[in-house]
């Protein structure tokens, strides 16, 4: 069997449908391959997009993302994407094409190290010399993707191995050497965890992403609701439990709800799930000034204590955690906590209802609040990074079975719409929005081509205030004046989407909203929302 027929059997094996990529001479016989398979190819625009679309597939999916580029400079744009996969703990499987095996580390054309180039921010890697290694090879990569703490890795292939002959063996299991993630936690930890969560006058929970790649979320609800411990999300966690559920208190965070991060510095216990604590979420420590007793559960031990000193530290995988936890779960005295926590909340809420009166530009904040009334129970919404990001995470209201995907750790502009894409070809069936700036719309608009070549129906919600609206509100903030964020010579985005074939709307107050998202949800295809924003909105 020809090397890249392996290839294409190995993704058969790991239930691949889809690769998402950009050919190019050096993968060109895994091309050949995938051209007489089974196997869908999503075309994208730039190799960036590659990673990116197979992050938003991975996350609607529940599988591993694949992407595969060429060499050079093919893989090196892959980069960003990997490096956001990693960030935020995504599952992708990276193939990329490399020059012959006999002329690596000449210099030769489209020549790059681009397993060194990427270590820093891979699960692994691994450098083909030998094609028979190549079912070994991806199996693995495959398993290390989505065991222990989901992430990216990259295999990277020369060209003559492609096209060398094997006999394909494919292992049924894989025991990797000194890689033996913890899924349990241990029990005299978890024990001494719920003690002091008993001994605890005002308790609470924070989550992270990692509740939602582990597919937590009932074992967290069941649990909150047996204990009664108020909740609060970083930003990765958003949509790890119900916004409806009345445990739920906000987001915390540099940029989250005031009252979230008041009832996070009020906290005399705080039990972190699945949350590595960056400096965005804790305010770089600036919460935890009245010493609370941090309870820290992570599948990843080298995030325990990293940023944060921790009491309990607690090894394992969350669902199974919680699990544990609800085993020895009761009732907790908590009422007079969540009663001083509501009111804070009711006290401290930032939509008010003049922002729906402004006639001259749209109000982010509204524009969002009201998506959440006219989307449906199952709509996956993908965010991008700046203000926009911040509008939707603080105001897009989560519950039934919504999403809610952004890049968090990286902060990578341009994601919104290529992981839209991947989210899309994952599921056909649900409403699937991506929220974006101006700035960041222009990152990646080049994939509108690729939305409109595979007839994809999503919205694409863009919020207009020409400029970098996040630099802009910073530097008026720790500066005295904006400097080079200014994206006054921006082109008509309608028109320039209508090239594209892809119809599209421009509002300018909040009282055209509500029809121009009933057209966009009424259209069989993809559909541009244009907000006009008033520079000077910020994310407060």
């Not at 730039?46 to 597939?57: D, F, T, W």
């Not at 020549?111 to 270590?119: L, N, Q, S």
């Not at 065991?147 to 060398?164: A, F, H, K, N, Y």
């Not at 028109?495 to 949800?521: C, H, P, W």
Request: proline content about 4%.
């Amino acid at each position: 069997m020809k090397a890249t027929d392996a290839i294409v059997e190995c993704f058969r094996k790991e239930n691949v449908s889809c690769v998402f990529g950009y050919p190019g001479a050096a993968i060109m016989p895994l091309y050949d391959a995938l051209r007489r398979s089974e196997i869908e190819h999503v075309l994208v625009r730039q190799e960036q997009s590659a990673a990116h679309c197979a992050s938003g597939y991975a996350r609607a999916s529940g599988k591993v993302g694949v992407c595969t580029v060429t060499s050079g400079p093919g893989a090196t744009n892959l980069i960003t994407g990997i490096a956001t996969a990693y960030m935020d703990s995504i599952p992708i499987v990276a193939i990329t094409g490399q020059v012959k095996s006999t002329l690596i580390g000449r210099d030769v054309f489209q020549e790059v190290d681009i397993t060194g180039a990427t270590e820093p921010f891979v699960k692994h890697s691994y450098l083909i010399k030998n094609a028979k290694d190549i079912p070994r090879i991806i199996k693995e990569a495959f398993y290390i993707a989505k065991t222990g703490r989901p992430g990216p890795v990259l295999i990277d292939i020369p060209s003559d191995i492609l096209v060398e002959d094997i006999d394909f063996y494919y292992d049924e299991e894989v025991n990797i050497r000194g890689y033996k993630p913890t899924y349990v936690g241990h029990a005299g930890q978890v024990k001494k965890a719920f003690t002091r969560l008993k001994e605890s006058k005002k308790p609470i929970i924070c989550i992270g992403g990692g509740v939602i790649s582990s597919h937590a979320e009932k074992e967290l609800l069941d649990f909150v609701e047996k204990t009664k411990i108020p909740v609060v999300s970083t930003l990765m966690g958003l949509g790890g439990i119900d916004h409806n559920s009345s445990y739920y208190i906000g987001m915390i965070g540099s940029h989250g709800h005031h009252y979230a991060n008041r009832a996070v510095a009020e906290a005399d216990v705080i039990m972190f799930i699945g949350a590595r604590l960056g400096d965005r979420a804790t305010g770089e420590n600036k919460l935890f000034k009245n010493e609370p007793d941090i309870i820290h559960i992570d599948i990843d031990p080298a995030e325990i204590g990293k940023n944060l000193g921790t009491s309990i530290p607690i090894v394992g995988d969350a669902k199974n955690v919680l699990k544990q936890l609800l085993e020895m779960a009761q009732p907790l005295q908590t009422e007079d906590w969540l009663r001083e926590l509501w009111e804070l909340k009711e006290k401290h809420k930032k939509f008010k209802e003049d922002i729906k009166t402004n006639k001259e530009y749209v109000n982010p904040k509204y524009a969002i609040e009201l998506l959440s009334d006219v989307l449906n129970h199952d709509a996956i919404l993908v965010g991008d990074v700046g203000q926009n990001q911040i509008w939707a995470a603080l105001n897009f209201k989560i519950s039934g079975d919504r999403k809610f995907f952004i890049s968090g750790g990286l902060g990578t502009m341009g994601y919104s719409l290529p992981a839209a894409i991947g989210s899309a070809i994952a599921n056909k069936n649900r409403q699937i929005v991506a929220v974006v700036g101006d700035g960041g719309f222009q990152m990646s608009l080049y994939e509108l081509a690729t939305i409109k070549q595979n007839h994809l129906k999503l919205i694409i919600l863009l919020f207009n205030n020409m400029g970098l609206g996040m630099v802009r509100e910073m530097q008026y903030k720790f500066y005295e004046a904006e400097y080079a964020v200014d994206l006054s010579s921006n082109p008509d985005f309608i028109q320039l989407a209508r090239a594209y074939g892809i119809e599209g709307i421009r509002v300018s107050s909040n009282e055209d909203l509500k029809e121009a998202f009933t057209k966009a949800m009424n259209t069989e295809s993809a559909f541009l929302i244009e907000c006009i924003v008033d520079p000077k909105e910020s994310t407060l």
